[in-house]
């Protein structure tokens, strides 16, 4: 499974036709809680499960920005 176009932008250093999200979920993780929107966290939260972003969230290097958005999550 690729990731969705609108998330193309926040991806920008990799072949986003030929990604694999559930290969790598710390990587698509961490790139959407720093810079994503709400329509990204949703489809995050779609493949991954709430449970597993924030998990994966709390152990993550995030801003203080967005560390602190986590428990919304």
Known sequence: MSIVKH?????W????RKS????HPKFYITRILE????KA????KG?????????VGN???????SKNFLPYV
């Not at 152990?59 to 920005?65: D, E, G, T």
């Open 59 to 65: 152990k993550a290097k995030l801003s203080s920005k």
């Open 35 to 38: 810079l994503g929107d709400a």
């Open 41 to 44: 966290l949703t489809w995050l």
């Open 20 to 23: 694999r999200p559930k290969t």
């Open 7 to 11: 998330l193309h932008k926040y991806f």
């Open 47 to 55: 493949v991954f499960g709430a449970k597993k972003v924030a998990k």
């Open 13 to 16: 250093d990799i072949n986003p």
